[in-house]
Structure formats: C-alpha cells, structure tokens
C-alpha cells in the first residue's frame, strides 16, 4: 500500500489511499470545521462543512468523503469557503429553535462553537420557529428535537457500535427527524439498551442527560477511540 504525498495548505504531508483528507488533516493538527464527522464511526457527508478547495477540482470537496490523492493540492481556508460554512451554520440556526440562553450544552456545544469560529452574532435568514417535540420518557436522558441539526452521529453509533439500532431519522426535507425505533417514546424502546453512547457523540443539547441545568452537560468521546480501536485489534476477545 502506497503512501500519498499532497499539500494541505502549504504544509507538505502524506497519508494512505483509503485515509480522508480530513483524517490527515486531524492526524497534521489542521483545523477543518465538521459537524457530522466523527472518528470511530462511518462518514456521510451530510453537514457539508469540511467542504475545502481541492486545485483543478471546480466543485467543493466534503473533507471527510474525499480520499487522498498523490499531488493534490488542498485548501482548507478561504473566503468562499467561509461565506459557505457561514450560511450552512445560519441555516441550521434558522430551522430550528436553538436558543443557546436556555440550554444544558450552553459553553460545550459544537453548532455554538462553530458559530463564535466563523463570526456569526447575527443570522440573516427568517426563523422558523417549528414546533418540535421533547422527548423525556427515558428513565436517564432526554431528546429535544429542537436543538437536532440531523447529523446522524446517534444513528450511526447506535447502529455500528452498540448494536442496537435504537435511532434512525424518519421524514423528509424540514420535516426530517431523528426517531427511536418505530417512531415511539424512547422510553418505550425496546431496543435502546441505556449506554448512553447517542448523547455523549451528539454535537448540540440535542441528546442530554437528565438532571443537568443550563450550561452544566459536557460529553465525553473518548470512549469511541477505545472501543473501536480495540475491536479492530481484538483486543478484548478470549
Ligand atoms: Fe464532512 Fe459533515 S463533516 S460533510
């Protein structure tokens, strides 16, 4: 298996053919922005905010979609680039009801991490004010539709990593929401099996843990790395 030799911003770096171009940015310490992206489960390139220059490529590349090529030329900051993560963030900021004030991920949250990065104190678009359902029938968290910006992290961790399934997202277009099993209360699940895996990789208030006020969830990833890594080197088998 060969190495790819390529430039990301100038800096010379290398990677393997089936490695992203976000993996080899994360592994260089370059900052690409992501919201659905993260390590340890499968990529779907449905956030749309690692999109980077790629030269001789007219259309944006999804960072974390794009598999790396011998002499690529990357850019991961730019103008254009800014102008379009800022509207994709003012989007999503527009569809649902994000009011940061009243939020337990108030300080942790990566769509308000995103937002401070790329400058926006103001969204130019018209807000929709749905009204969505929260979801406290659980013994131990909660889900609040309202703060979802659909990236599918719990669906994918549930399913590649729990086992479990328990998420999936049902609708289309704005009426897409994330749902537990056949559209019941997640409390009534009988697939969910309470490890808390969904509300840790969630990047907003989205998915919280009861009990916690304003400002007081942080969530830990951590456990993905371990758990990944250990499967794929079997470590934990006898
Ligand atoms: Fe690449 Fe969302 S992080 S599309």
């Known amino acids: 298996m060969s190495v790819r030799s390529f430039e990301i911003d100038g800096k010379a770096v290398t990677g393997l053919p089936e490695q992203t171009i976000f993996d080899v940015a994360w592994e260089s310490g370059i900052h690409i922005p992501r919201l659905c992206h993260v390590g340890g489960v499968s990529n779907v390139g449905s956030c ?10 007219r259309k944006l590349q999804a960072a974390c979609m794009t598999k790396v090529e011998e002499g690529m030329v990357v850019h ?3 103008e254009r680039l800014r102008k379009y993560r800022r509207l994709i ?4 900021f527009a569809e649902r009801n994000h009011v940061c004030a009243v939020c337990v991920m108030n300080g942790a949250c990566e769509l308000q ?3 401070s990065e790329l400058g926006i ?9 749905p009204v969505l359902k929260v979801d406290t029938s659980h013994e131990r968290f909660g889900m609040d539709q309202n703060r979802c910006v659909l990236c599918m992290r719990c ?6 990593v729990e086992g479990a399934h328990t998420w999936d997202v049902a609708g289309r277009g704005s009426k897409s929401h994330v749902v537990s099993d056949l559209d019941e209360p997640w409390g009534e699940s009988e697939s969910c099996t309470g490890c808390g895996k969904c509300v840790q990789v969630c990047p907003t208030g989205a998915l919280f843990a009861k009990g916690k006020s304003v400002a007081e969830m942080r969530k830990d990833r951590g456990f993905l790395k371990y758990i990944v890594t250990a499967r794929e080197k079997h470590q934990w088998v006898r």
């Open 155 to 160: 669906v994918r961790v549930c399913d590649e």
């Open 113 to 115: 991490d995103l937002a």
């Open 121 to 129: 104190d103001h969204v130019r678009l018209r807000y929709q004010f």
């Open 76 to 78: 991961t900051d730019s």
């Open 89 to 92: 963030v003012e989007l999503l």
């Open 48 to 57: 749309r905010l690692c999109m980077v220059e790629v030269e001789g490529r």
